[in-house]
């Protein structure tokens, strides 16, 4: 991946000029979002420079071992703090995202600012205005995308354990463990690189993959029991979560993640679905297999948006709405996605 020589000079010039930077990354973080914006704010802290992280609300809890994690700034319930912070900064950085609306409030409170804005990220087609724009859709993750920013940008001499062992979160929880976007054989080489900065990879996957709660895993049990059905005569998995359900198994954000990927481990699944009930609309996450473009189906049906095997969208409604809507549009969109495969 070879990043914009200009953009890289300006970016430069402004490590260069400025002292004071801002870090922000979409709502409902993940472990790219955190992991992009925490890996670069070691690295802005280890060249000597202020940087704090700010996010539109509450990080999952099972992400509270992330290196950095505990300096995170919460928009939502730190308005009065955060303003201050975004008001002295020089330099705001967008990252793992490319629209304002993807972070609510802070978005307006970031519009209204004049300050200079960085966008690192990986989604298509960007919408925020921004004075350097990293934006390449093809990087598996925004992680992936920093790393190759802190190589070409001559910065990795101040790259850590800390901030590899971040940027390795971000690729493992983006590519789901490197089983989707992960393709190019260059993604395997950066996972090399940040080995041999001595991070603790079994240490790493445990957190990831092997640290779930009791509540967590009652909840996927009555999720894939009683919720997962597939659309008849077709290749297509659905689970849905109303609020009552949510309730009844004591959720906390990120007791779901990555319960839609598990569908697709049943044969013949093409396309899998999840849609939740949240107390500011309803959430929608898609995954897929091959080349059936889940990015596009949301973007066509639910103004959502992503990649082609994992995008998400919000729907404000009722859920039966959203998933009515998702089960009439699903299937002729597969019938055209299979005929045009077909040619």
């Not at 724009?133 to 070409?152: D, G, H, I, K």
């Not at 690729?171 to 054989?185: A, V």
Request: net charge negative; proline share 4%.
């Amino acid at each position: 991946m070879i990043l914009c020589e200009s953009d890289l000079a300006k970016f430069a010039g402004l490590l260069n000029d400025c002292k004071s930077f801002v870090l922000t990354c979409h709502t409902n973080p993940d472990g790219d979002a955190l992991g992009s914006t925490l890996a670069l704010r070691k690295v802005l802290i280890n060249m000597g420079k202020e940087a704090t992280v700010i996010t539109p609300d509450l990080a999952p809890t099972y992400f509270s071992w992330m290196p950095g994690i505990k300096s995170l700034m919460t928009y939502e319930r730190q308005q009065e703090e955060c303003d201050k912070v975004i008001d002295a900064a020089e330099v705001v950085l967008v990252m793992d995202y490319n629209d304002f609306k993807r972070v609510r409030s802070l978005g307006d409170k970031l519009l209204a600012s004049d300050k200079k804005y960085v966008m690192i990220d990986h989604h298509t087609d960007p919408v925020a205005k921004t004075d350097v724009m990293f934006s390449v859709p093809s990087a598996a993750a925004t992680c992936e995308l920093v790393y190759y920013l802190l190589r070409q940008a001559s910065l990795w001499q101040y790259v850590d354990i800390d901030v590899a062992t971040d940027l390795y979160t971000g690729i493992m929880t983006d590519t789901g463990g490197l089983s989707y976007n992960s393709n190019d054989p260059d993604i395997y080489l950066v996972m090399a690189e940040l080995l041999r900065c001595g991070i603790n990879k079994p240490e790493i996957h445990d957190n990831l993959f092997n640290s779930k709660t009791m509540r967590r895993m009652h909840l996927t049990g009555y999720a894939l029991g009683k919720k997962l059905h597939r659309i008849e005569k077709y290749p297509i998995a659905l689970i849905t979560l109303d609020k009552n359900e949510l309730l009844k198994y004591h959720y906390v954000t990120g007791d779901t993640e990555g319960l839609v990927n598990m569908a697709l481990q049943i044969k013949d699944v093409l396309v899998s679905a999840f849609i939740m009930e949240r107390p500011d609309g309803v959430k929608i996450s898609l995954r897929s297999k091959q080349d059936f473009p889940v990015n596009e189906f949301l973007a066509e049906h639910f103004a959502g948006g992503g990649h082609l095997n994992a995008a998400g969208a919000n729907f404000v409604g009722p859920i039966d709405e959203a998933v009515n809507r998702f089960t009439e549009n699903i299937v002729p969109f597969y019938a055209k996605w299979l005929k045009k495969s077909a040619k």
